[in-house]
């Protein structure tokens, strides 16, 4: 296949990391993969590995809909004669839908949506002209089940649909031994007594942060040696600092700073807690559940389908930060969250690998290939009839 991956940019997030993830994968197994950014965030770009016959293009938009962006993105249709076009999320597939129109090519449009909430009134405007793109898109997936239900109640759909969840690499995502998990946290000044929550998130508003902070301080009041390690950064780094000293926590509070390798600073962590308002299949749960990490999650998006709660992981009410307390005390005793991380990890390999993901998205895009290729097939046969 020659697959042409078209995303926003290339900024830190979950949906950019799947994206590169995917391309890089399929070009490891042989496809000609060439990915588009539309806006220049290059955050991620070192990243990719296509390989020596693939490439990776800005279009330098330089507003929301740029022309010129729109006319390179047509040229990279002509030039790289994609066999499928792969957009993530509905800005990236507003461009390739225009673009492969102007080209005047019929190339199958497979959509990933890795949203499951309009943040504000502006979006869900934006999303009531999305919807026609996403209905002419060849194929549209989900990234977990609760997320399709809820697209498909808006009018949000493909021609075709799906659920393919996240997935990790396994042996990436592998948990440390027991001397190199002491090194690092004695590297960021964690005592061994220490009971140390991690989040990995860039730190806006939907991610919800300052709860996190809250969490911390009334855990320190009930004498558990609760320090939150924040594994990103953000425009929100300044009022969790703020509130973190506001609340007495401040020297228990550590924030990292952006991290190509996140996983040193998951290692040094008890347990991980995601306080987001809004979510569709975190790969940051899945990262910490594959190091052997339970997860305390908001009860949003897929949670409830890689989370059993009391089992490997725990759920809460979004903005309950009383019951969140709670969870996190749960998981202040050793033993249990010993036992829960480890089932937090069979969990992963059973149902979120990597591989299981790749192998349904190559299917899924070789299937529309073959079909387009009867499709054209089907057309010089009928144009020779005449």
């Known amino acids: 296949m020659k ?32 990915f588009a950014y539309v806006k220049d965030d290059r955050s991620q770009l070192a ?13 330098w938009a330089s507003g929301y809909l740029d022309f010129d962006a729109l006319f390179r993105l047509k040229n990279l249709f002509v030039k790289k004669q994609p066999t499928v076009v792969f957009a993530v999320n509905q800005y990236a597939l507003l461009y390739a839908t225009l673009a492969g129109r102007w080209a005047g090519r019929r190339v199958p449009l497979v959509t990933v949506l890795h949203s499951t909430l309009y943040r504000n009134v502006k979006e869900r405007l934006q999303f009531l002209a999305y919807r026609p793109f996403f209905w002419t898109a060849d194929q549209a997936v989900f990234v977990c089940e609760a997320q399709r239900r809820h697209w498909m109640r808006q009018q949000v759909f493909g021609r075709a649909n799906a659920v393919i969840y996240n997935g990790v690499d396994l042996e990436y995502w592998k948990p440390c031994g027991p001397a190199e998990r002491r090194s690092v946290r004695a590297a960021l000044g ?61 020297a228990d509070v550590s924030i990292t700073g952006f991290q190509q390798d996140v996983r040193p600073f998951l290692h040094a962590c008890d347990a991980i807690a995601l306080t987001s308002f809004t979510e569709a299949f975190s790969l940051a749960a899945i990262e910490a559940m594959a ?10 998006g897929g949670a409830a389908e890689m989370i059993r709660p009391g089992r490997n992981g725990f759920l809460f009410p979004v903005g309950d930060t009383a ?38 998205y190559e299917q899924m895009l070789l299937g529309l290939e073959k079909g387009n290729g009867k499709h054209n097939e089907n057309l010089r046969r009928t144009a020779g009839a005449h």
């Open 3 to 34: 697959i042409l991956f078209v995303t926003g940019s290339l900024v830190h997030g979950g949906a950019e990391r799947h994206a590169i993830t995917l391309a890089n994968r399929l070009a490891e197994r042989g496809h000609e993969c060439h």
């Open 291 to 300: 190091l052997a990490r339970p997860v305390v999650h908001s009860e949003v």
């Open 323 to 360: 019951a969140l307390v709670e969870r996190l005390g749960q998981l202040a005793v050793e033993d249990t969250r010993g036992r829960m991380g480890a089932r937090a990890r069979e969990a992963v390999e059973a149902q979120f690998s990597e591989r299981a993901m790749v192998d349904r």
């Open 47 to 59: 990243r990719l590995r296509l390989g020596p016959r693939g490439s990776a293009e800005c279009l």
């Open 190 to 250: 964690f005592a061994e007594e220490d009971y140390v929550v991690g989040l990995s998130a860039v730190l806006r508003p939907e991610k919800n942060p300052l709860q996190l902070v809250e969490a911390a301080a009334m855990l320190r009041r009930r004498n558990v040696r609760a320090r939150v390690l924040m594994i990103g950064d953000g425009p929100l780094r300044g009022e969790v600092e703020a509130a973190a000293r506001r609340l007495g926590v401040g």
